[in-house]
């Protein structure tokens, strides 16, 4: 159960990359160090805050294992997205990548508050489904940050294409962004294969015991999820079809995102969506 200490300290994680991004959009205006500054200042003690609660979560809880309930899994997957930011930012600065991914960082952290009251899905013993769970979990990491990345690109192009300047800093060439989107896709799609196969199986094993019934291959769960692969097999072997390459890539990468989050509403709110 999540208490009220832990839902308030996750506010001010909120709150604090919510600043952190608004101070580094106000950057647009003119790239100041003080603003640069403030920006990690607030992204920095943002994390602090967040893995505060996730450390009091594991306390209260008396287990320590990550991804265990709602409220774990989506502010683990919130802090890697931001981790991954930190990560890029300090080896190979990419300006405005915090732009795009701190809103779903931000989106993840209020759906940890909102849906972390609801009763936790307990662990299943077993390694077949810690491997299905832990793959699902990061390929939904890597297609966050492949959409994002491919944003990025399309307004990058979209600057090029009107030879237009914008003040603050460069998103970086469309090379780079390209490559970045498509090894986030890659590690993806290997992660989200990876589910599909172990789930299929144990869909197989179980037949008509699992909450999908025996009709489960009508489950929305199973018709999004099948969807997302198509999108993203398409996307990753855009490299050997050069018509797929550039902006549509980034525009599949994008759908792609979509559907997967459409995966993960029918998880929680569809009938039959919880395996």
Not at 45 to 63: D, E, K, N, P, T
Not at 90 to 114: E, K, Q, S, T, Y
Not at 127 to 135: I, K, P
Not at 231 to 260: C, E, Q, T
Request: glycine share 10%; proline share 4%; charged share 15%.
């Amino acid at each position: 159960m999540v208490t009220n200490g832990q839902l308030i300290l996750l506010l001010v994680a909120t709150l604090l990359f919510a600043a952190g991004g608004g101070i580094s959009l106000a950057r647009l205006r003119g790239d100041r160090p003080g603003l640069r500054l403030a920006a990690k200042v607030c992204l920095y003690f943002g994390v602090c805050a967040a893995v505060g609660v996730l450390v009091w979560h594991s306390i209260y809880r008396g287990q320590w294992l990550p991804l265990e309930d709602n409220f774990d899994s989506l502010v683990w997957l919130g802090l890697l997205l931001t981790f991954f930011v930190l990560y890029v930012q300090r080896h190979r600065p990419l300006g405005g990548l915090d732009w795009f991914i701190m809103p779903i960082v931000i989106l993840l952290f209020i759906g940890a508050a909102v849906l972390g009251r609801l009763k936790p899905e307990q662990y299943r013993v077993g390694l077949w489904y810690t491997v299905h769970t832990v793959s699902s979990f990061g390929g939904a990491i890597a297609f966050a940050i492949a959409a994002a990345v491919g944003t990025m690109y399309l307004i990058s192009n979209r600057r090029l294409r009107k030879k237009s300047a914008v003040p603050g800093p460069n998103l970086g060439s469309l090379e780079r962004l390209e490559r970045l989107s498509l090894t986030a896709v890659t590690l993806g799609f290997a992660l989200l294969s990876i589910s599909l196969i172990t789930g299929l199986v144990k869909l197989l094993h179980e037949g008509g015991k699992t909450r999908l019934g025996s009709n489960w291959i009508a489950s929305p769960k199973i018709i999004l999820a099948l969807c997302v692969w198509v999108v993203y097999a398409l996307v990753l072997h855009a490299p050997m079809n050069p018509s797929f390459r550039g902006r549509k890539a980034a525009l599949l990468s994008i759908v792609g995102f979509l559907l997967m989050v459409g995966v993960l509403v029918a998880i929680q709110f569809m009938p039959g969506g919880k395996s």
